[in-house]
């Protein structure tokens, strides 16, 4: 494996920038190229086999760029094609999904804690995230919400304003996340809101923390690169390429939300 080589970011869309923002911050040298199925979005609603499907074609992109590691930035897709998508590139990249490290750090950090977890309804429904954390941490309870008008409301620039905070409100206030000690933001657009989240806590004098996990999977990152001696060398400018599967110029001035500078989006479709 060449240590210079570009490590891919996939997401369904252009949340994934989220994750992708993190990892500049954290290793600024390292090359990368995303992904973002934008033909195929939302995920969240799809059936596992399809996103089974987009995730091996945009896998196929992603290695014809010789990735190193493949970062599956999207928790519907890390949900329903994780494994798949670890036996299919086998050792021709390492995949990393959103998931494992959050339940690494859940079992570090929260012990005999209740966990909540908002995501997509492909994200909650499958209950991958609890599953996994009873495994490594039986005593951690995980309190799961389908939120699916969160994406869409992110989507079309609704935050920060009065109809996210009542939306917010509405899912933050049901009765399976009460009692929670923490809540996990269980889908890479959701950094968009974490400020949000903290504020319907504080004012209604509850501590419970928000976790974005996108630090967190980008230090998992770099902790496979340093141990595997794949952390690259090169003090060149590094690559930033950013693909989509269908180009549109809101997705492209959307970038600027997500990854906090305007970058150019390629078309590259998945089937022509
Ligand atoms: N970014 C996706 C995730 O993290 C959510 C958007 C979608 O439904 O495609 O689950």
Redesign the pocket.
């Known amino acids: 494996m060449d240590a210079s080589a570009p490590i891919g970011i996939f997401?369904?869309?252009i949340?994934?920038l989220t994750f992708a923002n993190a990892l500049q911050q954290l290793l600024p040298q390292e090359s990368f190229i995303y992904f973002g199925d934008t033909a195929h979005?939302?995920?969240?609603?799809k059936s596992t086999a399809a996103i089974q499907a987009y995730t091996i074609k945009t896998i196929d992109v992603l290695l014809k760029y010789r990735c190193k590691a493949i970062v599956i930035a999207?928790?519907?897709a890390s949900t329903a094609a994780y494994e798949l998508a670890t036996e299919y590139t086998a050792s021709r990249a390492k995949v990393i999904s959103m998931i494992e490290p959050v339940v690494d750090y859940l079992a570090t950090h929260y012990a005999h804690k209740n966990v909540g977890l908002i995501?997509?309804k492909q994200?909650v429904s499958k209950g991958i995230l609890a599953n996994k954390v009873h495994q490594v941490q039986r005593d951690i309870v995980v309190k799961s919400l389908a939120t699916p008008l969160l994406?869409t409301m992110i989507e079309e620039g609704f935050f920060n304003n009065s109809i996210s905070h009542s939306i917010i409100e509405q899912y933050l206030q049901q009765p399976i996340l009460q009692e929670i000690d923490a809540l996990v933001l269980g889908?890479?657009?959701f950094p968009l809101i974490k400020q949000e989240i903290d504020l319907f806590y504080q004012q209604h004098s509850r501590s419970v923390t928000t976790i974005d996990a996108s630090m967190i999977v980008a230090e998992y990152l770099k902790d496979y690169l340093e141990q595997h001696h794949l952390l690259t060398l090169s003090t060149e400018k590094p690559l930033r390429k950013f693909l989509v599967s269908d180009y549109t110029q809101s997705f492209e001035a959307s970038t600027t939300i997500f990854f906090g500078e305007q970058v150019q989006l390629e078309q590259y479709r998945l089937w022509e």
């Open positions: 997401d369904s869309g949340g994934g979005l939302p995920y969240g609603e999207c928790y519907s995501g997509t994200t994406v889908c890479t657009h």
